[in-house]
């Protein structure tokens, strides 16, 4: 599987696009592209790569990691697939955004493909495993690729952090608990492609993230 990551947006946001390198299927994880030049710069990269965009996911829908997701799926014929426990956030992207001052004119947005935790998907090929990390919000996922040894964390966990707490939805002591109970277990050489900042592993979070008690 072949992985190509942008950062977009004034919150310096990573959308990632995922592919099989010999049959060209692709999924996009998290779009935040937030003006014309940033979905400009997806949609060049997908077509100079010949690529098949398929699948589109979002690990939640903060207005960060989905503010492109109209794009994609208008662009593409997409449907959004997420946990549906983050529809209050799909639906309320304006709102989102006003608060924190950005600009956004797309509208709201519905999940239309639940997904639901400890789920087996395919994506771009590669066999999948949901995993819900409730607590940045109520219906935030993480995905994790065994063969690959990759997890998209989202906004659950990053290199020596964790997400937020403090937004609609947020939950301190479920994120801690998800993350101890389901990220942390799985192989500690797993690295862990963060929303924001660097990636890590699961071993080094397990034995350097202050917020965890390991």
Sequence with gaps: ????????NPFGEHTY????????????????????????????????NNLSLQQLFNTHMHVDHAAGNHFIETTYGLQTACSVADNYLAQSLTAQARLFGIPYDEGEISIQTDLADGQLIKVADEECRVLHIAGHTKGHIALYFP????????????????????LPGGDYDALINNIE???????????????????TTIGFESRHNPYLAR
Excluded: C, Y
């Excluded at 010999?22 to 100079?48: H, W, Y």
């Excluded at 997890?151 to 403090?166: C, E, K, P, Q």
């Design 1 to 8: 599987m072949k992985i190509h990551k942008f950062t977009f």
């Design 17 to 48: 696009i995922v592919w099989n390198e010999q049959s060209k299927k692709a999924a996009i994880i998290d779009p935040g592209m937030m003006d014309n030049s940033e979905r400009t710069a997806v949609a060049e990269f997908i077509e100079n």
């Design 147 to 166: 063969t690959e040894g990759i997890v998209f964390s989202g906004d659950a966990l990053f290199h020596m952090s964790i997400g937020r707490t403090d």
């Design 181 to 199: 109970n389901k990220l942390l277990s799985l192989p500690p050489e797993t690295i862990a492609l963060t929303g924001h900042g660097p990636q």
